[in-house]
């Protein structure tokens, strides 16, 4: 999924993407001044709320929204587009449909408006911009308005989209809350049917903007405006199915405003990956460049060490001690060349022993962060030496898999750990290690998570889709990379190999853990572009971090 900010300041296609490019530099330095909050229906109402009441009339709020997206639908569009087809409900959300249409009208484009409802059923602000519809209609002989009301209108709507360029979805926007019904869900389906390209306008109408939710029939978009900030919904299946490209326009709602309303929840995009990149110096040497020790693979797991291993060199990491129990040490070398790999020794289902303390000290000396658990498999033995290994550790540490399994049912474990910890569990796992449920519905997920970091006193990446990363001290991170390509075993060995490689480069463990996120879905997002979503497997991927980087190095100018 891609989510951005745009400002419809430029005038060509060669000129917005250098503004885009400025605007991104500049927010790359200013950290504070990118920070995306998530908000949900509730907050985002009372966002809207308070600044109408306090500091922006709401029909001016309006308008700005529908020129945003109006801007936006031309940028993107022109010059082969000349022809929007409009569908508008009652709502606030249709008045911004108006205001697109009167914009675009004014703009020389043919525009057609459609009617939910009749005008005496909207809402004030919605019904003045009608009335501004209304003189564009009588001057300009390219607009033309339908009621949908009519008997006849599948017909006329039929008739009248042939040649449009663009739809509009402004049906419902946030603001329904159940099933679409009768002439709306005819409308619905009428859009997602043509094959035209499809702009809805704050939300996919249908989705339900805090869950994500689609109780019924909902537009399936390929790209979503959203107003003023992201909305919970666009990030959570299935929502963000229908949602496409999603692009935040800011409207001008004050920051001090969202903060009053908004939790703790933060969109995790390309820039707010980029601000938590390490930086890299130009004269750096592979031991300035960090060193990993990873532990990892069994004689029944051998491919997770390669994995993990390869996706911490990919990453940068200097450095990679790489320790797997003895009699798999030939395969990995064979498949693994850049890896500094030891032997570690075995119990008799060829997992790492409780005696590898010896063998693992001089490595873990030399070591600048610690990885541990991909692959390793499940033995008593090998549980108890994960467990009292990590225990003693003050160097950050990143534990996944069977690394996590080994501490379930004795979390509390994590309170006592000196070093800073990352765990990069998926629902099982996770509900293992704590034995409690784990919830499935957005706010709860999410409320759920952020509650564990803070008990268990660890970075916490809640695996998912999407998956959220969540701070010992607070605050989650939604991660708006990725898809169904990663739905694939290994592809969690590859996220440890890359929260330890940043680790080993000295990011913070929150800033190694948003980058891997990020980086992680971009490259399984590129991969499919080549392989197709059912294609792709674990071992592709750092092929395509290479290009993931560097569109975070170009943003942050590193």
Known sequence: MSVRSWSSEASDEAGRVQVRRRALSARAVDHEAHVLHVLTNEQMQGVDRETIDTICPGLELMERAGRNVAAFIRHTFEPEARKAVVFTGP???????????????????????????SPDKFTPDAAKNYQRFKKVLEDNRDAREFDANRPDWPERAAEDAIDADVLVDAIFGTGITGAPRGRALEMIGFANSLSKPLVSVDIPSGVN?????????????DYTVTIGAPKMGLLFHPGRSCAGVVTVVDIGFPDQVI???????????????????????????????????????????RGAAMLAGE???????????????????????????????????????????????????????????????????????????IVDFVSRLEKPVVIDADGLTAFAGRSE???????????????????????????????????????????????LVHKGAPSLVAAPAGGLWINASGSS????GGTGDVLTGLVGGLLAQGAGPLDAACTACFLHGRAGESAAEDHGVRGVIAGD??????????????????
């Open 91 to 117: 709502g606030n959300n249709g008045g911004d449909g108006l205001v697109i249409a009167r914009q675009l009208c004014e703009a020389g484009w043919r525009c057609s408006v459609h009617l939910l409802k």
């Open 541 to 558: 991927l750092p092929v395509y971090l290479g290009e993931a980087v560097l569109e975070l190095e170009a943003i942050a100018g590193n």
């Open 413 to 459: 474990v994590f309170a006592s750990i000196k070093a800073p910890v990352v765990i990069t569990p998926h629902s099982g796992e996770l509900k293992r290690l704590t034995g409690g449920e784990i919830p499935k519905s957005p706010p709860e997920r999410i409320a759920k998570t952020t509650e564990l970091a803070r008990s268990l006193g660890v970075t």
């Open 311 to 385: 996706a911490a060199l990919r990453i940068g990491c200097g450095m990679l001690y790489l320790g797997v129990p003895a009699s798999i040490r030939a395969a990995i070398d064979t498949g693994l060349r850049e890896a500094i790999t030891f032997p570690l020794p075995e119990t008799r289902q060829g997992t790492v022993s409780g005696d590898a303390w010896a063998a693992i000290a001089p490595y873990l000396e030399r070591a600048d962060a610690v990885a541990i658990g991909p692959g390793m498999g499940r033995d008593e033995e090998t549980d108890r030496f």
């Open 259 to 301: 903060r009053k309303y908004a939790g703790e929840v933060y969109l995790l995009d390309r820039i707010e990956a980029a601000c938590r990149l390490p930086f890299r110096s130009p004269d750096a040497h592979k031991f300035a460049a960090g060193a990993l020790l990873m532990i990892a693979g069994s004689d029944q797991y």
């Open 485 to 488: 390509a990663l739905a694939t």
């Open 209 to 221: 903007g805090t869950t994500g939710e689609t109780p019924g029939e909902a537009i399936v978009a």
